[in-house]
């Protein structure tokens, strides 16, 4: 199983921003190679949720869930490129939406990204 670790600074988040997205009815996916000459060990990733969704718990149990599905399809993609970065906004439908569906969308976006890296 492969480690996921979060944006640290502010300017990483930034330069994502800038870069490549790729967008469904639940969630964008922000993409780009923010690791130039750094070795970096982990996979960085992380989960955004706004606060006008809902509350604390509402806000945690959509990032959870968007979690999971990146841990499971990250096993079966080849997209372990650790100069990459990667910033997921989640939308409210999320919370609502059944994980099996989440997990294919996921799963799509992933192939998207690796498409295009390549």
Do not use: C, H, P
């Amino acid at each position: 199983m492969i480690k996921l670790s979060s944006l640290n600074s502010d300017g990483e988040f930034k330069k994502l921003l800038r870069l490549k997205k790729i967008s469904n009815n639940n969630f964008t996916v922000y993409f780009g190679k923010i690791y130039l000459n750094e070795k970096n060990e982990e996979f960085k990733i992380s989960f955004v949720v706004k606060k006008k969704i809902g509350n604390s718990v509402k806000r945690n149990k959509i990032k959870r869930k968007l979690r999971s599905a990146v841990q499971k399809n990250l096993n079966k993609t080849i997209l372990k490129n650790k100069k990459y970065g990667f910033l997921i906004i989640a939308r409210a439908q999320v919370y609502k939406e059944k994980f099996s569906i989440l997990n294919t969308q996921v799963n799509k976006a992933f192939e998207k990204i690796q498409k295009i890296i390549n």
